[in-house]
């Protein structure tokens, strides 16, 4: 059981770049989200997708969209990369909502030149 | 919005010793507290939770204990081990919004041998 993946592992990109960052889960979870991880700031939720076909905004959604197609992929897109975007990304999912356990994959390091 | 603060963000204890991770939310209608553990390279973890309706909770070394008045949980560790060095992260959900969950900064600790 491979739970919830991501890629890449990690990604460098020139500013301006559009950039696809994704997630993979078998757990047959409900709800996904997408974090951005950085130092001093704790984790904060950029989207989130309670269901699929269902997404909504987190704390820092500005520059990023998602999409949920199906119950098991949810990606980030970054439509035009900026270096404030450089972080770690973090997707996770949950078998109900954010009030259940979150499982959380191993992460994108993504730095923009 | 909700906020949570967590103290402190570094932390050393000897081995053996005990380990306290305090945290506030500004949000009376949070009703879910996680706190997760990250170890290196890795995705958070989720070690323990609670919920409003309990004012402690143990797993075996590790504890928390909620105080609703005071809009404040902590995360004990007892008779810490090396495994137990990591980075900590509290959080905070309320129900009516059980999509989004809010994240402490974290707290390193380390376990000096």
């Known amino acids: 059981i491979a739970g919830i993946t991501q890629a890449p592992t990690s990604q460098i990109l020139a500013a301006g770049r559009r950039m696809t960052l994704r997630c993979t889960q078998d757990?047959?979870?409900?709800?996904m989200y997408w974090y951005r991880q950085d130092l001093g700031l704790g984790l904060r939720l950029i989207h989130y997708?309670?269901?699929?076909?269902?997404?909504g905004k987190g704390e820092v959604p500005d520059g990023y969209s998602v999409s949920r197609a199906n119950t098991d992929d949810f990606p980030l897109t970054l439509a035009s990369a900026v270096p404030s975007q450089t972080s770690v990304y973090f997707c996770?999912?949950?078998?109900?909502?954010?009030?259940?356990?979150?499982?959380f994959g191993p992460g994108t390091r993504l730095t923009v030149l | 919005g909700e906020n949570v603060e967590q103290h402190p963000s570094t932390l050393s204890v000897q081995e053996g010793d005990s380990a306290v991770i305090k945290c506030t939310y500004s949000?009376?209608?949070?009703?879910?507290f996680p706190w997760y553990k990250q170890e290196l390279g890795k995705g958070p973890q989720l070690i323990i939770d609670?919920?409003?309706?309990?004012g402690e909770k143990k797993d075996q070394r590790i504890a928390v204990t909620l105080n609703k008045t005071a809009k404040h949980f902590s995360l004990h560790i007892t008779e810490t081990q090396p495994e137990d060095s990591a980075v900590y992260f509290c959080?905070?959900?309320?129900?009516?919004?059980?999509?989004?969950?809010?994240f402490g900064s974290g707290t390193r600790l380390s376990i000096r041998p």
């Open positions: 959080a905070a959900s309320t129900y009516s919004s059980a999509s989004k969950i809010i």
């Open positions: 757990m047959r979870h409900n709800a």
């Open positions: 996770a999912s949950s078998e109900g909502t954010s009030q259940n356990e979150q499982f």
């Open positions: 609670i919920r409003s309706n309990v």
């Open positions: 997708s309670n269901t699929a076909g269902t997404t």
């Open positions: 949000d009376s209608a949070s009703n879910y």
